[in-house]
């Protein structure tokens, strides 16, 4: 996904380095996207991720809310409470839900179980890079 992002030379939008992360924001930087890190704490010097820009929030987890709004899309690949907290917000903000199928927590478990009835926003699994190319398509943004 991130080299993905960076052949497009999109930008990538990353939160606090989970290995996930980490190597979303690697890949697509190496390949050329630009890639901002959203801090929860307040350091200047952190190491979040690899990045070209830090931003150090110093909101702690209501960061979450900013990172869920950064993007045309939020990716969800895994993800535990944290990931939740940016998929609702995302959700009540109409954001898209691209989801990684097979890579477990909320990735796996979100068709079947949105955040509300509300339908907010399209939720869209993909498990190959052809896939997700197909759901950016379908959303315009391909």
């Known amino acids: 996904m991130g080299r993905f992002v960076g052949g497009k030379k999109w930008t990538l939008v ?5 290995a996930v992360t ?7 930087q190496k390949a050329g996207a630009l890639v901002i890190a959203l801090s929860t704490d307040d350091n200047i010097g ?3 991720c690899p990045c070209d820009v830090l931003i150090p929030t110093g909101m ?9 709004l950064a993007g045309d899309v939020v990716v969800v690949i895994g993800g ?20 990684l199928a097979g890579s477990g927590g909320w990735s796996d478990r979100l068709l079947v179980a949105p955040p ?3 339908a907010s926003a399209p939720i869209l699994p993909w498990s190959s890079i052809v896939e997700l190319e197909a759901a950016l398509a379908s959303l315009g943004l391909a």
């Open 46 to 48: 952190s190491e979040a």
């Open 80 to 99: 535990r409470a944290g990931t939740m907290s940016e998929v609702c917000l995302a959700w009540m903000h109409k954001r898209p839900l691209l989801l």
């Open 22 to 28: 980490r190597a979303a924001a690697e890949a697509a």
């Open 14 to 18: 990353a939160s606090d380095g989970s």
């Open 116 to 118: 509300d009835e509300r």
């Open 60 to 68: 702690g987890d209501a960061r979450n809310l900013v990172h869920a």
